[in-house]
C-alpha cells in the first residue's frame, strides 16, 4: 500500500521549507506558551518540575533561544527574530539531508543527526 504524499513534499526545496517552516512555527508556539506559564495568573500553577521540563524540552525544539539569554531589555523583538531566523535555517538544514537521506543515499542520515547531538549536548549540559 502506498502512501499518498503532497506534491510539494516530492521535491527538495518543498520539503526543506516544510521543515523550515516547522522551524518557524515551533517557537510561536513555545513563546505564546511561555507567556502563559510566566503569567501571574499561572505561577502558583506551574511547579518546579513541569518549568524545567518545559525549559529542556525548548532548548531541544528551539535550540536557538539560547540567543534570548543575551537581551537587553526593550530588545526583545530584535533577538527574538534572530534567534527565529537561527531556528529556521536550522531545521532548513535538518530538512536538507534528511531529503538527501531519503532520496540519495541513507549516509546523509549521519549529518544532522552529529549536528543536532553536538547541539543538544553541549545545551543540556549547561
Known amino acids: 500500500m502506498r502512501i499518498a504524499t503532497p506534491k510539494f513534499m516530492m521535491n527538495f526545496w518543498g520539503f ?3 521543515f523550515g517552516l516547522g522551524g518557524a512555527i515551533l ?3 513555545l513563546t505564546i506558551a511561555l507567556r ?6 499561572n505561577q502558583s500553577l506551574v511547579s518546579y518540575q513541569q518549568e524545567k521540563f518545559f525549559t529542556k524540552a525548548t532548548l531541544i525544539l528551539w535550540p536557538s533561544s539560547i540567543i534570548g539569554l543575551a537581551e537587553a531589555p526593550g530588545n526583545e523583538s530584535m533577538i527574538f527574530t534572530y534567534s527565529l531566523t537561527g531556528n529556521v ?5 535538518v530538512g536538507a ?3 538527501l537521506g531519503i532520496k540519495k543515499n541513507k549516509a546523509f542520515f549521519v549529518i544532522p543527526a552529529l549536528t543536532l547531538i553536538a547541539i543538544w549536548w553541549r545545551l543540556l549540559s549547561l
Open 97 to 99: 539531508f534528511v531529503w
Open 27 to 29: 517557537p510561536i508556539v
Open 36 to 41: 502563559y506559564f510566566n503569567s501571574p495568573n
Open 89 to 93: 535555517l536550522l531545521y532548513a538544514f
Open 16 to 18: 526543506t521549507g516544510a
